[in-house]
């Protein structure tokens, strides 16, 4: 389902300040997994939603 909603067209933007090590973090999980970490940081956030209904 995630997948499917990561490419439907983006209407909204985002801009959030964390932490540089928090960053890091997930720009280390993102490579890791071969994605950029925007979309990494977009599908954390369509999982937790999803999950949560």
């Not at 964390?18 to 956030?45: E, N, Q, S």
Request: charged share 30%.
């Amino acid at each position: 389902m995630a997948r499917q909603k990561e490419i439907e067209p983006k209407a909204a933007a985002l801009n959030m300040r964390l932490p540089a090590f928090l960053l890091d973090a997930v720009k280390a999980r993102a490579k890791a997994k071969g994605i950029p970490y925007t979309r990494y940081v977009r599908m954390l956030l369509e999982t937790d939603v999803t999950q949560a209904r």
